[in-house]
């Protein structure tokens, strides 16, 4: 009676782990992805910031004169 007592704890025990490691994966999986979405936007950042700083000097357009060349 002691050992079925004991493998039903055991499974308790191994079934509330199982749910707590699921809902840590998921939360994880989920911060990974909002890091990710904010290293892609750093790095679109960053292609802005180089294309200004290769092109500092030189003249710019405005909008209206892109919109007029380029439709």
């Known amino acids: 009676m002691l050992s079925a ?3 039903i704890a055991e499974t308790c025990m191994t079934k509330t782990l199982e749910r ?10 989920q ?11 750093l790095l679109d950042y960053l292609a802005v910031l180089e294309a200004r700083a290769k092109d500092a000097g ?8 892109v919109t007029k060349r380029y439709g």
């Open 20 to 29: 707590e490691i699921t809902r840590t994966v998921r939360q994880k999986r």
């Open 5 to 7: 007592e004991s493998d």
């Open 58 to 65: 030189k003249p710019r357009l405005s909008h209206d004169e």
């Open 31 to 41: 911060q990974l992805s909002l890091i990710r979405e904010e290293v892609e936007n």
